[in-house]
């Protein structure tokens, strides 16, 4: 199945202000996720419907809906930041 990738307008702003490289590969990192939106290197978030998925210094936070085929990207946030604060 190929997923549909929706990023909230929050997200879309914090990849916005990111380096441009780091934009880059974060965005690869989100379109890979269309074919395997549960790659060996993510994680699903204790207690909550969350996935995380970490790309150098940076975490992606999302979603998964398997009946829509839809992932929402959450979040995008640098590593020693409180990534999960407000979710």
Do not use: H
Request: proline share 3%.
């Amino acid at each position: 199945m190929i997923y549909r990738i929706e990023i909230v307008r929050a997200a879309q702003k914090q990849i916005l202000f990111l380096p441009r490289q780091a934009q880059v590969e974060i965005a690869r990192a989100i379109d890979s996720l269309v074919n395997t939106p549960r790659p060996s290197r993510c994680r699903k978030l204790r207690g909550t419907d969350l996935w995380r998925l970490r790309k150098v210094r940076y975490r992606v936070v999302y979603t998964i809906d398997d009946k829509a085929g839809l992932i929402t990207v959450t979040k995008v946030a640098v590593r020693r930041e409180d990534t999960y604060q407000g979710l």
